[in-house]
């Protein structure tokens, strides 16, 4: 039976290919440095931005996040680098919940074999800290170590004044799209935090410096749980517990926050009048002052 004459060609190509004889042995330092060369450039003209835009668009179509981003390149011992990254949020709310001057992707080995790309693991310097995690189709694992205060835009517009401290912690999310239908668990701790010369809606804070602080969360149903948040400070000791009901579309992000606040004696001759004037100059026996912080997050009351 005659042989198909495009097999015979192909047949006949690869034939070119092998040896009339076997190949001296300095013959083998000369195929290593071909096929060296061949893998370099390779990796140089390979379209990597076009393989992780289509990363990015299978991301944003399985959970409704856009990743925006300005370069791409590989580094074949650690993964692709993105630069000027910026994640945003489901809805008409275009302020950057993240905002990266460049992050590593690595996704799953299985890509090498036509499979998806997910989970893809990440790391970043971010705020003055670090960023790494894992992300999958309907999951997030993400940590973050001593990320400054001072850096992050949509702590810095909720109160004006001089932020300091650092921030650490962990969150493990669940679900798709929209932030309201997110489910998870998270903690959270502080150290050496301060807020100088800071104003309320044209009040005056006093200074606050905390030394320490530690709170756990709960994410489900449309709202962050705030379980419980304790700082100790020099002035003040806080402890906070309520809800942040996350926004969806054109609606923000609001909260309502039952706050405990007990001065420390002699700390700050300002701080207790003014918690005084709140509570309408009633002195509460036991010392700790409670109010509630309520209202959309960049425009918060007490009462």
């Not at 694992?141 to 992050?152: G, I, M, P």
């Not at 007990?262 to 010392?287: D, T, W």
Request: proline letters at 7%; hydrophobic letters at 40%.
């Amino acid at each position: 039976m005659a042989l198909d004459p495009r097999i015979s060609s192909v047949a006949g190509r690869l034939g070119r290919l092998i040896p009339r004889r076997l190949p001296s042995w300095w013959t083998w330092p000369y195929v290593a440095w071909t096929l060296g060369c061949f893998a370099f450039f390779l990796v140089i003209t390979f379209p990597h931005d076009l393989l992780v835009r289509r990363w990015v668009d299978q991301f944003a179509a399985q959970s409704g996040w856009q990743v925006r981003y300005a370069k791409v390149w590989l580094r074949p011992w650690n993964g692709y680098h993105l630069s000027s990254v910026e994640l945003i949020a489901p809805g008409a709310d275009v302020q950057p919940w993240v905002s990266l001057g460049e992050i590593t992707l690595r996704p799953s080995w299985r890509v090498l074999v036509g499979g998806g790309v997910m989970p893809i693991t990440f790391a970043a310097a971010a705020y003055g800290g670090s960023l790494d995690g894992v992300v999958q189709p309907t999951a997030l694992d993400l940590e973050w170590s001593d990320l400054h205060l001072a850096q992050y835009p949509r702590l810095t517009s909720l109160v004006e004044g001089a932020w300091t401290g650092d921030v650490s912690g962990s969150v493990t999310l669940k679900g798709t799209g929209d932030l309201r239908a997110l489910e998870g668990a998270g903690k959270v701790s502080l150290r050496k935090a301060a807020l100088t010369g800071g104003k309320i809606q044209g009040f005056t804070v006093p200074d606050l410096h905390f030394a320490s602080g530690d709170g756990d969360f709960t994410v489900g149903s449309g709202r962050v749980e705030v379980r419980q948040l304790k700082l100790s400070g020099s002035e003040v000791d806080v402890d906070a517990r309520g809800q942040v009901f996350l926004g969806q579309g054109s609606n923000p992000a609001t909260t309502n926050l039952s706050v405990n606040l007990k001065p420390i004696p002699g700390a700050n001759p300002n701080l207790e009048p003014m918690l005084l004037v709140m509570k309408g100059n009633q002195r509460p026996p036991n010392g700790i002052y409670t109010t509630t912080l309520y209202g959309p997050l960049n425009s918060l009351r007490t009462r």
